[in-house]
Structure formats: C-alpha cells, structure tokens
C-alpha cells in the first residue's frame, strides 16, 4: 500500500475516532452525568492533541522521502501489541475483581460500558507505554 | 553486535538522513543500528552495505 493512502487512512480514523467522542460526551452530558461527560470531552481533546502531533511528524517524514512504516517500527508495533495483550489481561482481571469487590466496599460496581471502556483505554495506554520503552530500549 | 555505518558514512560524507533515504528505511533506525540498539534483516544488512560501498561481513562483526 501507497505511504499517502497509508496517511489519508491514518487521518480519516483519527477523525472518526476523535468524532465519535463528541456525541458520546453530549449523550452523557444529557443524562445529567456532568463529570463523566467532561471527562470524555477531556479525553477526546487529548487524543486529538496526541494525533496532532504524530500526524504532523508523519506527514513531514513523508515530504522528506521517507516511509511511513519499515521493518524497525513494523516490528515495534507488533511487540508492543503483543505486550498490551499479555499485560491487558491481567488488567481485565482486575477490572472484574473490582467489580465484584466494589459492592463489598459500599461503592456501586461500574456498568458494562464503564468497565468496557476501562479496558480498551486501558490496552490502548499499555500500547503506547509498551512502544516507548522498546523503542528507547532497542535490541540488546 | 557491533558496525562500521559511522566510520563508513563520515567516509562518504552522508548523514544518517541520506544513508536512511537511499536505504529506504526511517532515520530512527539508521540510529539505532548505528547504536548496536537493532538488528537488521538480512535484506536491510545488505542494502546498508551496498549504499557503503562494502560487505555485510566487513560492516558488521561480533566482539
């Protein structure tokens, strides 16, 4: 595949990522959950920040001649999935033990959607940690 | 595992940029291989080696 069809696909999930927080956080903002849906709202501009910047450094990399992926960072995103994975799953167990403590404790246990986006925020933040400890680490 | 890219480069007068580009590889690799910190393909070893003008066995050798 292309380097620029490579970026324009890059770009347009981003969009539709960072875009797709946006009616999430009105809903819950709706529903009276104030501080949950700024919380959202919050996490959505991050992530657009974030995107912001490698995008750009991307999009510079590709202007210069170089290529957006090569077998070094083809390899990095493999290990770093593959230790979000691993780590994710002891992440999940904690997920569902607070669950089930939670009650225990006088506290109301999160919801599925709740526990749902702990998840996958979770393994997204494992993601990223787990790429710039290798990429500073290298291969010894 | 160690190399020569550096000694070989400053030889030529290329930049890791130039040396990246005509490797067709990023330049955060051509660092770390120069850093020891990656192990290249085969495939990339020998593109390395080309663009210096030299071969793999004269550009990368163990202690």
């Known amino acids: 595949m292309n380097d620029k069809i490579r970026f324009i696909i890059r770009v347009l999930l981003t969009i539709t990522l960072v875009a797709g927080f946006g009616p999430w956080a009105f809903m819950v903002i709706k529903e009276g959950r104030i501080m949950e849906g700024a919380g959202i709202a919050i996490v959505a501009l991050i992530i657009a920040g974030l995107a912001l910047v490698l995008l750009k450094s991307s999009y510079t990399e590709i202007k210069k001649g170089f290529p957006l992926q090569d077998e070094r960072s083809k390899k990095l995103t493999t290990k770093s999935a593959a230790y979000a994975f691993y780590i994710g799953l002891y992440w999940l167990l904690v997920i569902m033990y607070y669950s089930d403590l939670a009650p225990r404790l006088g506290r109301s246990a999160p919801t599925v959607d709740q526990a749902l986006s702990a998840g996958i925020a979770g393994m997204s933040i494992l993601f990223g940690l787990s790429y710039l400890y290798l990429n500073r680490k290298g291969e010894e | 595992m160690e190399n020569r890219i550096k000694e070989l480069r400053a030889k030529y007068d290329l930049t890791q940029e130039d040396l990246a580009r005509k490797a067709g590889v990023r330049r955060e690799t051509i660092i770390y291989l120069e850093k020891g910190k990656y192990n290249p393909s085969l495939d990339l070893a020998h593109k390395v080696a ?11 050798f163990f202690d």
């Open chain 2, 50 to 60: 080309k663009e210096l003008k030299t071969t793999i066995d004269e550009l990368f």
